[in-house]
């Protein structure tokens, strides 16, 4: 596998970028226009953990694309880990996750124990969504997905939470089922809690309502790279002002220097919040890049 590490794409490289047909073509898939397919299905499905805990799911699935069994995404929503939901009925066809969907890949939103104040959510939606993770592995076959080729999306919070599932050691089932995702995206998601809740100097900050008096060292993503994790594709802007950039910066400089497979996409003048689609400051679509790398992963040559 080779994967370019820590990639610095601005601007200009994406514009060009923007009107070239990336197609993604993995084993067992069509090579495929990612606009051309509109037709998904939404199935909601809900699990229980081991500890009892009910988890809500959405599955957002192609309806007449490839064959099975396809690759998967499970996509860990943001909202400060205090609030957000699974749904996906509501969202444009322009939306990522329903252009992932499109282009042929499984998406799984999935619900996660969320914090209050005086009730920490730490580390029970770390293990909801290792929980998730290991279900979906287990049931990859009545599912009809690859359970080689299952990986992780989170946005911002959600971030934070799928760069975790990447870089915290592995913990198994009793049946060694893996809760470790084979690829991670993350839209600035945050990785030094420490740094950041210093930086921000907010009264009733979200990460210690989502913490309380837990090490922040413990949930930052930052601190617990390893030479084994898989690869990662980052995307952050650099007008970010609730989550700077810098955050990713060195989550990327850190995951390289171990020897992970790490490609930093930089969007020029974006805020937090955005889509692969990019409306400000200026209009870009990132998302052939996302599948270009999706691609390398899944498909190396």
Not at 75 to 104: D, E
Not at 114 to 122: D, E, N
Not at 230 to 243: C, E, M, S, V, Y
């Amino acid at each position: 596998m080779t994967i370019s590490t820590l990639t610095i794409l601005r601007w200009g490289f994406w514009i060009g970028l923007a009107g070239v047909n990336v197609a993604l073509v993995c084993a067992g898939w069509s090579r495929v226009d990612p606009e051309s397919i509109n037709d998904t299905r939404v199935e909601s499905r809900s699990i229980t953990t081991t500890e009892g805990r009910r988890i809500a799911l959405e599955i957002l699935r192609p309806t007449d694309h490839g064959t099975a069994p396809r690759a998967a995404l499970m996509v860990v929503h943001g909202g400060s880990w205090r609030g957000g939901s699974v749904g996906v009925g509501h969202l444009g066809s322009r939306a990522t996750i329903a252009r992932l969907a499109q282009a042929g890949i499984v998406i799984v939103a999935v619900d996660y124990t969320l914090a209050r104040p005086g009730a920490p959510s730490w580390p029970q939606a770390l293990h909801d969504l290792r929980a998730v993770m290991r279900w979906l592995r287990r049931e990859a076959s009545s599912l009809e997905i690859d359970p080689q080729r299952i990986g992780v999306l989170g946005f911002s919070s959600g971030g934070q939470l799928a760069s975790l599932l990447g870089t915290l050691p592995d913990e198994t089932d009793a049946d060694g089922v893996s809760s470790k995702p084979r690829v991670v995206i993350d839209f600035y998601g945050p990785t030094d809690l420490a740094q950041l809740e210093s930086q921000r100097h907010l009264a009733h900050d979200p990460i210690a309502i989502y913490l309380d008096s837990n090490p922040r060292e413990a949930a930052s993503p930052l601190d617990h790279v390893s030479p084994d994790d898989p690869p990662f594709l980052i995307l952050h802007g650099t007008a970010d002002r609730w989550t700077p950039i810098e955050q990713s910066r060195r989550f990327a400089a850190r995951l390289e220097s171990q020897g992970v497979p790490v490609q930093l996409i930089e969007v020029e003048g974006a805020r937090h919040g955005f889509e692969a689609s990019v409306e400000f400051p200026r209009s870009i679509d990132l998302f052939p890049g996302i599948l270009a790398f999706l691609n390398s992963v899944w498909n190396p040559q």
